[in-house]
């Protein structure tokens, strides 16, 4: 344990053992953490950052202390798998000390960065302590464009420079894009650069508002029709939603619990500040670990679970299911509750429901016409891809 020439395993070889182990009760397998608030980029979009020299910010983080405080306790509950965040991760330099101390602890480590601050030194320290895997955000193919949506002369380059940095040390990486009305035109020029670092590339065309309340970067996002156009656009979209529209039933999924996704069940989020919570979007309620144990915390929010809906909403009855991404995160941050429905959320839900009917439709009409035809043979339908986490 500890030791960075150990063989890396990934999530998904270790976590179905353990979920399957469970059978079906509470347990904290892995969760993630904001390093800090604070990014040296200032993107259009972006629901979480604040500046990069701001003393108000730094001064709610965490200590080095503290965040390894929250790590023992965290393995001690049989937390194992952690993921790194923020804001931008690297901004804080006691970086190299946190990312070490979690290693050392065993956990299992991924990391998201925009990867403008990996130089030389960030590199080989995450090519000794190897991360699980490590994402990076491209918000362009080109400089202008990367450039207008970063506001930050000089960033493209540097971002360049971190994907290399990172591809020469043999670190496990992937690509990804948040889609905005500035850098949509751009989202196959950022594929095939993924393709020609051969690397994985996701891009997402979904927004969210502003932790802090403000609303101006809603100004980018693309309308539902366009975020559910890019479902059916790509490939590699479509192939990964075969599955889940297949098992597709129209249900009415949210009449009883305000809770009806994973959240909390086997992950959890801690912010900057130590607060723990459901997930990351769903910020209340949230445990202060630095007055508590994390153990405390878990189980205090488990109850939250079990909360019942009290709002007589659409959401009760609709059928959409789980093709709506409709969840407590949603309605925090535009109502200020945990149950009124956001509208723009469910348009797009709605839009995957029709495409869902047409899908299925296409394919009975399809199977008529084969006839005898081996369903291996069949050819599925196009699909479409959930909406990705914020990162």
């Not at 965040?85 to 979690?102: I, K, N, Q, S, V």
């Not at 797009?348 to 429901?353: D, T, V």
């Amino acid at each position: 344990m500890g030791c960075p020439g150990s063989p890396e395993l990934t999530l998904g070889e270790v976590g179905e053992h353990l979920v399957a182990q469970l059978a079906g009760r509470r347990f904290p397998l892995g969760g993630s953490i904001d390093l800090t608030q604070r990014c040296n980029l200032t993107c259009l979009m972006c629901y979480i950052n604040q500046p990069a020299g701001s003393r108000a910010a730094r001064a709610q983080e965490l200590s080095t202390a503290q965040f390894a405080a929250i790590l023992d306790q965290l393995v001690a509950a049989g937390v194992f798998s952690m993921l790194y965040t923020g804001g931008e991760p690297l901004l804080r330099p006691d970086f190299a000390d946190l990312w070490r101390y979690g290693k050392r602890q065993g956990l299992l480590l991924s990391l998201f960065t925009n990867g403008t601050l990996l130089t030389e030194r960030e590199a080989d320290l995450l090519a000794e302590w190897r991360p699980t895997s490590m994402e990076i955000t491209l918000y362009g193919a080109t400089r202008e464009t990367y450039e207008r949506v970063t506001r930050t002369p000089g960033a493209y380059d540097r971002c360049m420079r971190g994907i290399e940095l990172a591809l020469a040390r043999g670190l496990r990486l992937n690509l990804k894009s948040v889609l905005v009305r500035a850098n949509r035109h751009e989202v196959d020029a950022m594929r095939a650069m993924a393709a020609g670092w051969g690397v994985d590339y996701r891009f997402d065309g979904v927004l969210w508002p502003r932790l802090d309340g403000g609303a101006s970067e809603l100004t980018q996002r693309l309308t539902p029709t366009e975020v559910v156009s890019l479902d059916q656009e790509y490939p590699e979209r479509q192939a990964e939603y075969d599955e889940r529209l297949l098992g597709y039933r129209p249900s009415a999924v949210r009449n009883e619990y305000v809770y009806t996704c994973g959240a909390g069940h086997r992950s959890f989020h801690i912010d900057h500040a130590g607060l723990l919570s459901l997930c990351m979007m769903a910020r209340r309620p949230a445990y202060d670990l630095t007055r508590g144990s994390f153990q405390e915390g878990w189980d205090e929010l488990g109850v939250v679970l079990r909360k019942r809906r009290t709002l007589d909403s659409r959401c009760v009855t609709c059928t959409v299911g789980s093709l709506c991404t409709q969840c407590p995160g949603w309605s925090q941050l535009v109502h200020g509750d945990d149950e009124t429905p956001v509208d723009y959320v469910c348009e797009m839900g709605r839009l995957r429901a029709e495409n869902a009917r047409a899908s299925v439709e296409d394919r009975r009409s399809a199977g008529q016409a084969a006839g005898s035809e081996p369903a291996a043979q069949k050819q599925p339908a196009a699909q479409m891809q959930p909406a990705a986490g914020a990162e």
